[in-house]
């Protein structure tokens, strides 16, 4: 794989600007370098389905310029002649406690409104005369998200880091029976794999648009009732269709007809609606399902509520230099990271699936992820260079102007832009 320098666009390094050598993101985490092995491992995902239906697999190099800025991308999605957004909500930060900080994250209203009762509309006195750990469990109790900061050491011994660490990466397990299902001859990877979304932010979404990027009709769906992050859903719906239906008959008969089912509900939660991988599995044999949770699938925090900033803050990353303040990562690397493996495991499965059969269930986590990170080791201090992302940028029309953002890393099909929730009907073409 290719990690050197940014390029434009040819072989030879833009000249004239300032570049960032690979894995020289600020901070000592190899942010870069989880982000070029991610995208690597799902390119040659991609290339072997692509070879089993027959065809000719391009090069399968991994620029780490441009694999770093998608695991950014959310940064650089814009209409066109507007000004940044900030991606965060007033409310959500880093708040210094009586022993610490912690994390709140706000940007769901209804995650603000359980902060606010918690702690008040301006949670800040509150905040200061209470621990860390105090505050981040009267805003769980509240159905609310928080993290305090904590020690990598405290996360392994009195956290759930261990347990975590006890998962696979990536959890690839066969559920139940089904003939084999073998592809069609194409010239691209996904051509007439169905996959049904039902996520958010941001690791699913991810995982949906990398398989979006290699031909897979990838419809969307959103509850009725759910809060939708207009800024996320239309930097991670590229190629995507998007519909409006309730976990109900609707969503069954999606679900009987789709080859994947991704979904980041919290490990349990679709089970008890009669959504879990063997329901899927019994009324659709040879389906794929992908489980998705911020803090793992086993252990006593694996319902907990988590998204990539809280899970830094748990599991020691972004106390890298100590407790005094919180360092987070460059990029929201555990969301981004776990979205590519996801969909290589996809990918990989579905190899699988057409040589034996079987349904399956692949499960992956944020914080193991995170374990990841932990176990590739630390970068050397040194200069921190920018790049110039305009070689990997774009425009595209889409339900929400015409969009400047980052190309998928190499993809294998063109994406349409991201429409709006309820523009398609809840059906397959």
């Known amino acids: 794989m290719d990690t050197g ?6 072989t030879e390094p833009a000249r004239g600007r300032r570049e960032r050598r690979a894995g020289a993101f600020p901070g000592p985490y190899k942010v870069v370098q989880l982000a070029a092995t991610c995208v690597a491992f799902a390119t040659a995902a991609a290339h072997e ?21 998608a695991f950014r991308s959310e940064r650089y999605t814009r209409v066109v002649g507007e000004d940044p957004k900030p991606l965060w909500s007033p409310l959500s930060g880093d708040y210094q406690a009586s022993d610490g900080w912690v994390r709140l994250h706000a940007n769901y209203p209804h995650h603000a409104a359980a902060i606010r009762r918690a702690l008040g509309d301006d949670p800040r006195p509150e905040v200061a005369r209470r621990t860390a750990v105090e505050v981040e469990e009267l805003v769980l109790a509240e159905g609310g998200a928080a993290a305090a900061l904590r020690t990598r050491e405290d996360w392994l011994t009195n956290g759930p880091g261990a347990v975590i660490r006890e998962e696979p990466l990536v959890a690839i397990e066969k559920i139940g029976d089904a003939p084999p299902k073998p592809f069609s001859p194409a010239n691209i990877p996904l051509a007439g794999v169905r996959v049904l979304e039902l996520t958010h932010v941001l690791a699913g979404p991810v995982c949906g648009r990398v398989l979006a990027a290699h031909g897979a009709d990838v419809l969307h769906v959103t509850p009725p009732d759910w809060p939708v992050l207009v800024d996320l859903l239309r930097d991670t719906d590229f190629g995507k269709r998007q519909c409006v239906t309730g976990l109900g008959a609707e969503l ?14 919290r490990p349990g939660s679709l089970a008890r609606k009669g959504f879990g991988a063997e329901d899927l599995a019994g009324r659709n044999p040879g389906i794929i399902v ?47 990271g776990t979205g590519w493996l996801a969909a290589q495991a996809v990918m990989t499965t579905l190899y699988r699936r057409a040589i034996e059969g079987g349904s399956w269930h692949i499960r992956l986590s944020l914080a193991r992820t995170a374990e990841s ?23 595209t029309d889409s339900d929400f102007g015409r969009l400047t ?15 709006k929730p309820g523009r398609d009907l809840a059906t397959w073409w």
């Open 373 to 395: 990170l932990h176990d590739i080791g630390r970068a050397p201090d040194g200069e921190v260079f920018e790049v110039d992302p305009t070689p990997f940028l774009t425009e």
């Open 252 to 265: 069954s008969a999606l679900a009987a007809g789709t080859d994947v089912f991704v979904q980041s509900f």
């Open 5 to 10: 320098t940014p390029t434009n666009g040819d």
């Open 49 to 69: 389905l692509l070879t089993l239906r027959g065809g000719t697999a391009p090069d399968s190099s991994v620029h780490g310029g441009h694999a770093a800025e």
């Open 405 to 419: 953002h980052i190309r998928v890393p190499n993809a294998s099909v063109e994406l349409a832009g991201p429409r």
């Open 290 to 336: 992908v489980s998705l949770s911020a803090y793992g699938h086993t252990g006593p925090w694996r319902e907990r509520r988590g998204f990539d900033s809280l899970v830094q803050m748990s599991s020691g990353i972004a106390a890298h230099g100590g407790l005094d303040k919180p360092r987070p990562l460059p990029a929201q690397a555990l969301d981004h």
